[in-house]
């Protein structure tokens, strides 16, 4: 089993940065990965990243502003988001499996863990 807690969600205006922090405790974990919801949209995929970072995925849309990054030792991931956009407003989930995911990164039907949920809400 595995428990997740996020934090680090609020309020910005559109150009800002925000940065995220996923805190997991129980069984080791070997993928995490960042999903978010926006209103009546389905939950998609943001970036993943395996417990060694040998391979970090990033979907489209954020590539190049959203950094994820894995801290061992703290059992953390964290998701550092830049020049925010008002279309990335969404309720963020940290999302973990004590599994390599391999190819199915973004697959969020392979990770039985999650997160609460945090909200980012970005001003235009």
């Known amino acids: 089993q595995v428990s997740l807690v996020e934090s680090g969600g609020g309020l910005v205006q559109a150009g800002g940065s925000l940065r995220l922090s996923c805190a997991s405790s129980?069984?080791?974990?070997?993928?995490y990965a960042w999903f978010r919801q926006g209103p009546r949209m389905e939950r998609e995929f943001v970036a993943a990243i395996d417990k060694r970072s040998i391979t970090i995925y990033y979907a489209h849309s954020v590539k190049g502003r959203f950094t994820i990054t894995s801290d061992n030792a703290k059992n953390t991931v964290d998701l550092q988001m830049n020049a925010l956009q008002p279309e990335d407003t969404a309720v963020y989930y940290c999302?973990?499996?004590?599994?390599?995911?391999?190819?199915?990164?973004?697959?969020?039907?392979?990770?039985?863990?999650w997160g609460q949920g945090t909200q980012v809400t970005v001003s235009s």
């Open positions: 129980g069984q080791a974990v070997e993928s």
């Open positions: 999302a973990a499996s004590i599994y390599y995911l391999g190819t199915y990164y973004s697959d969020r039907g392979k990770y039985p863990y």
